[in-house]
C-alpha cells in the first residue's frame, strides 16, 4: 500500500498533516492541543502519536503528552472528525491514563527512556 499523506507532529502539541508528494504546497493541521500541552521542560509536551491497528474502518488514533498542569504523563483516545476526515475531534477525548512523573530525576539520567520503562513497570 502506497503512503498517500504524512503527519508531523510538533512537541507543542500541533498535529500537522500533508500529501506525500515532492510538489505537495499545502499543510492542514490535523489537531491542536497547544492550549492542553505543558511545556515546562525539554523532555514535556506531545509526546507520541498512534494509530488502531483498524484505523481506517474506525478513525481511532491515541496520543501521549504532558498534560496541564504539568508534572504528569497522559495517553488519551481520539477519533477522526465525521465531518472532516483530514482532522481529528479535539472535543471526544477520552482519556485512558494520567501518570504522575519523576521529571526532575529523569534530568540527571543520561537515557531517560530506560528510566521511564522502569518507573512505568513498578
Known sequence: MELTACLLFEQNGIIK???????????KVFLD?????????????LLGLAF???YKNNGYLYKLHNP???RMTRISHFNVSD????SADKIVELILITLDQP?????EVEQPSVLMDIYILD
Open 17 to 27: 498533516l500533508f500529501q506525500n508528494s515532492s510538489s505537495v504546497s499545502s499543510i
Open 83 to 86: 465531518t472532516n476526515p483530514n
Open 103 to 107: 521529571f526532575n530525576i529523569i534530568k
Open 68 to 70: 496541564l498542569p504539568s
Open 52 to 54: 488502531h491497528p483498524d
Open 33 to 45: 492541543i497547544t492550549d492542553w500541552v505543558s511545556l515546562e521542560s525539554t523532555e514535556m509536551g
